[in-house]
């Protein structure tokens, strides 16, 4: 594993979700929510094509010995969201507050839902990048505002969404955070890999 070329790879792959999450969350907070839905294609068509590694482009495809590499592929995820995030507190749009609502909503939807829905969001990430593999992008087109319009949690959205929340809302609810989010990111991996594990065989 090439560690320096993973981590940006999974770095720049947070970027595009941070910049389709910017988008969402404008439009969102503008009263434009299915525009919202639909202009988050961006970010999973920029990864796809670009290459670049995303925890839900990845996890539905990899075997037994890459866990470490899929344990990067997240943290660079996440990283790249962060520092994408930073740009939302130089806006004059209510970004940070929509965030708020958002994530207030993921929580009141409790930990065990949470995990739930996850794994249809994962089981649709793995069959879009299947079909763009194949050259289709139909199903990222389709596929990404299906998942955010069904309510289904994506680890990575969720990571950019969580980081334009105000610092003192984390504050308050740190570990209610992060208990929910490493059960969404549970969920994305096992909806990932929901095919092949049902099938015998991959994607």
Not at 132 to 153: D, E, H, T, W
Not at 154 to 180: K, N, Q, R, T
């Amino acid at each position: 594993m090439d560690i320096l070329n993973v981590s940006r790879s999974s770095f720049m792959s947070g970027i595009c979700i941070g910049i389709a999450g910017f988008g969402f969350l404008s439009l969102k907070a503008d009263g434009n929510y299915l525009a919202g839905c639909i202009i988050f294609s961006f970010a999973l068509i920029a990864v796809v094509n670009y290459k670049l590694a995303l925890y839900t482009g990845t996890a539905g495809f990899i075997r037994k010995n890459e866990f470490g590499y899929l344990a990067l592929v997240l943290l660079g995820n996440i990283v790249g969201c962060a520092t994408l995030s930073l740009l939302t507190r130089l806006s004059p749009m209510p970004i940070q507050e929509t965030a708020q609502a958002l994530l207030q909503s993921r929580l009141d939807m409790g930990l065990i839902n949470g995990a739930i829905l996850s794994i249809a969001c994962g089981f649709i990430m793995t069959t879009a990048v299947t079909f763009a593999r194949k050259g289709s992008m139909l199903p990222l087109l389709f596929g990404v505002p299906l998942f955010i319009v069904c309510g289904f949690p994506h680890c990575i959205a969720d990571a950019f969404f969580y980081s334009c929340v105000p610092l003192d809302f984390w504050g308050a609810h740190l570990c209610e955070i992060l208990v929910f989010y490493v059960s969404i990111v549970i969920g994305n991996f096992i909806g990932c890999n929901f095919y092949r594990g049902v099938m015998g065989a991959n994607p």
